[in-house]
């Protein structure tokens, strides 16, 4: 069972940058499809974005052109870079893995908040 643990969010003003980390234990992720989700409050769960276990990355149409999912196997971390953030940003972000054969997202972390100030 892998538990996922979230770290980096906080206040960040209009435009500014972020990056977030979620950081694996109790197996290796190097075979894992990894996402990010977000839920903003009284909206539900958003997509936004997936790497794959071999580096195929996919964004929510939100967050594309803005934010970079990337993966470091070595230290059993995905990071994602949020640049231009904007107060729509604003969420609780969860990380998520999912391994063969489905790549399904089952296990979760508990999130971490960010809020862009406007």
């Known amino acids: 069972q892998v538990q996922l643990v979230e770290s980096g969010g906080g206040l960040v003003q209009t435009g500014g940058s972020l990056r977030l980390s979620c950081a694996g234990s109790?197996?290796?992720?190097?075979?894992?499809?990894l996402a990010w989700f977000r839920q903003a409050p009284g909206k539900e769960r958003e997509f936004v974005a997936r790497?794959?276990?071999?580096?195929?990355?996919y964004y929510g149409d939100s967050v594309k052109g803005r934010f970079d999912i990337s993966r470091d196997n070595a230290k059993n971390t995905v990071y994602l870079q949020m640049n231009s953030l904007k107060p729509e940003d604003t969420a609780v972000y969860y990380c998520?893995?999912?391994?063969?054969?489905?790549?399904?997202?089952?296990?979760w972390g508990k999130g971490t908040l960010v809020t862009v100030s406007s």
């Open positions: 109790g197996r290796t992720v190097s075979d894992y499809a």
């Open positions: 790497i794959n276990w071999n580096g195929v990355r």
């Open positions: 998520a893995a999912g391994g063969p054969p489905n790549y399904s997202m089952n296990a």
